[in-house]
């Protein structure tokens, strides 16, 4: 799905450049002045755009995942290595080309969720939000399945003998004798109580950008720095002092500041847009 809205939006990014014929994009991005922005805003979406570029290695958290279904030989370091390497690679020569394309086609009016920039030809603006749709309600069962197991458990140790918690119901499915869905009643009332939850703070905060650059910022430092580098020195020993040490520790420093300064930028933006919006009726 990823790249079916890429291509799509590729696609639309080289039609538009096309059309006008010129490169509307500058290299200094928006001017701060009467015409432009004003510095403050600048700043703010300048931090902002490091959570944005940091949103993307929230991959990193299934890395580990990943790795552990490999079968060896050969050894899952070396796999998932060279994996890592051309996935990687390819993905972020593919969305590199389409945002500088898609600035060039936009100019400084580039929305953050490009597709919303074109209304024609429709059918192909809907057939990428279509794409769109289908990738986040995979990535959404993904992200949320650790947060589900956390609650449950942490209800199911504190209640042990309330049967909300632990009885498990099964219904057969009628259009097929051999499936059947199981669930209790924990499951189904918690799990749909969080998925409107969090559509609600969504319809509060139609911000894509500001959201992204903050949850990207909430997320960079200690799941994809700080983690992995700590479990590092533990594994390999490293002892303090030592040059690989400090590295790893800079590394995890300027790291953390990034998430901080991206932090500050996204709820800067958030609290000036919820200046100008009223509650559920942000126009985007």
């Known amino acids: 799905m990823s790249f079916a809205y890429l291509f799509i939006g590729l696609f639309l990014c080289i039609a538009k450049l096309a059309s006008h014929g010129s490169v509307r994009g500058t290299i200094l991005g928006v001017k701060v002045g009467s015409n432009g922005v004003s510095a403050t805003t600048r700043t703010w979406n300048s931090l902002q755009a490091l959570g944005n570029i940091a949103f993307a290695y929230t991959y990193s958290m299934l890395l580990i995942e990943v790795q552990d279904t490999l079968k060896a030989p050969p050894p899952e370091n070396q796999t998932m290595k060279r994996a890592s390497l051309y996935a990687i690679g390819v993905t972020a020569a593919l969305y590199i080309s389409f945002g500088c394309i898609g600035y060039a086609a936009l100019g400084n009016g580039s929305p953050g969720n490009i597709l919303t920039g074109f209304y024609e030809p429709?059918?192909?603006?809907?057939?990428?939000?279509?794409?769109?749709?289908?990738?986040?309600?995979?990535?959404?069962?993904?992200?949320?399945?650790?947060?589900?197991?956390?609650?449950?458990?942490?209800?199911?140790?504190?209640?042990?003998?309330?049967?909300?918690?632990?009885?498990?119901?099964?219904?057969?499915?009628?259009?097929?004798?051999?499936?059947?869905?199981?669930?209790?009643?924990?499951?189904?009332?918690?799990?749909?109580?969080?998925?409107?939850?969090?559509?609600?703070?969504?319809?509060?905060l139609p911000f894509f950008n500001a959201i992204l650059g903050l949850l990207g910022a909430l997320a960079f430092w200690p799941l994809t720095v700080y983690y992995p580098t700590t479990c590092y020195m533990a594994q390999t020993k490293i002892k303090r002092g030592e040059v690989k040490w400090a590295v790893l520790h800079c590394l995890s420093m300027v790291a953390l500041l990034v998430s901080l300064l991206a932090a500050v930028g996204s709820i800067a933006d958030i609290v000036q847009r919820l200046r100008h919006v009223t509650l559920f009726k942000a126009e985007l």
Request: net charge positive.
């Open 122 to 204: 429709f059918w192909l603006v809907d057939m990428g939000n279509i794409a769109v749709l289908i990738h986040l309600i995979g990535a959404y069962q993904v992200y949320g399945q650790p947060i589900y197991a956390k609650y449950e458990e942490w209800l199911a140790k504190k209640w042990p003998e309330l049967a909300f918690f632990h009885t498990v119901y099964t219904i057969e499915l009628p259009f097929s004798k051999c499936c059947t869905f199981r669930f209790t009643p924990c499951k189904l009332v918690l799990r749909s109580a969080f998925v409107v939850l969090t559509t609600l703070i969504a319809l509060m």
